[in-house]
């Protein structure tokens, strides 16, 4: 079942974490992580956006890994964290943990895949990119549990230059 939501992207980023908040990742986003747009720590996963505004995202809670179908996205990345209490928050990096979706999903390994589409209109539309859906980014989260691994870009999308 797929969930949808809309997030404000502050920071160029939303995050998806174990319900206890523990997870930090100040330490996460080194160069390669902000260049790859995922950064994974212990119990939180954080994905970049290119934009700093309300992205459009949908959540997927699956069974076991989905098809490798990249068509339609512009950057696919996918990695691991762990849960340790069966649920995880998605909201963005500054929003309320009240007011943050929550989805049940099994403790241990979470594999996450996160691919995005629309980036190069909403990068061109920058802070206006909310505004219209033609121009609104759109992140497709799932996750599933797995077995940790690195951070792999299964498909890398990189700015226009201006």
Not at 95 to 123: C, K, M, P, Q, Y
Request: charged letters at 25%; glycine letters at 8%.
């Amino acid at each position: 079942m797929a969930h949808e939501l809309r997030l404000f992207a502050d920071y160029h980023q939303i995050h998806v974490t174990d319900s206890a908040l523990a997870g930090d990742l100040e330490e996460a986003w080194t160069e390669e992580s902000v260049a790859d747009q995922l950064a994974v720590a212990d119990g939180v996963a954080g994905v970049g956006t290119v934009v700093n505004v309300f992205v459009a995202v949908t959540v997927e809670i699956l069974e076991s890994a989905p098809v490798a179908e990249f068509d339609g996205f512009d950057h696919v990345v996918e990695g691991a964290f762990e849960v340790g209490t069966g649920r995880v928050l998605v909201l963005g990096c500054t929003d309320e943990v009240a007011d943050a979706a929550g989805f049940e999903v099994a403790v241990g390994w979470t594999r996450i895949r996160v691919s995005r589409s629309n980036l190069e209109a909403a990068w061109r539309a920058d802070i206006d990119s909310a505004e219209d859906p033609e121009t609104t980014e759109r992140v497709l989260i799932q996750l599933w549990p797995g077995e940790p691994g690195p951070v792999t870009v299964l498909k890398r999308w990189t700015e226009p230059v201006s």
